[in-house]
């Protein structure tokens, strides 16, 4: 039920996407204000508020999403030796955690725009450690 519930919540947010409830509007890309609204609408049930991990459908999963905080990301998806670039983390919300290895929990995310997933990473940049 846990599960179902969890499931869900993914569901309801990428359905919210794909029927055009949520636009990138015309903010500059790679815009953090731009991508917290973004992610309170799509990433804040799993991820969290603050980028914490601990969102209500965090709670169910036996694998938690990593805090943004403290930028420990997993994936080199670009084979450039380099784990959570810029390229990496936009390559994980557009394909999922799952193309490159790591959880299906974390879905993919294609009906996002170039510039929203630049704004999201924005976003997730701006609630980690500084560079």
Request: glycine residues 10%; negative net charge; hydrophobic residues 45%.
């Amino acid at each position: 039920m846990k599960r179902l519930i969890a499931l869900l919540v993914i569901l309801c947010a990428d359905s919210a996407i794909a029927a055009g409830n949520i636009s990138s509007g015309n903010n500059a890309a790679g815009s953090s204000d731009a991508g917290k609204i973004l992610f309170a609408s799509v990433c804040q049930s799993c991820h969290g508020q603050d980028g914490a991990g601990d969102g209500p459908g965090a709670a169910e999963f036996v694998l938690r999403p990593r805090p943004f905080s403290q930028a420990a990301f997993k994936f080199d998806t670009d084979s450039d030796w380099e784990k959570g670039s810029d390229l990496d983390l936009a390559n994980v919300i557009k394909n999922g955690a799952a193309a490159y290895g790591g959880s299906a929990l974390m879905p993919s995310w294609p009906a996002l725009t170039d510039e929203n997933v630049l704004d999201l990473v924005a976003y997730i940049r701006s609630v980690g450690p500084p560079p």
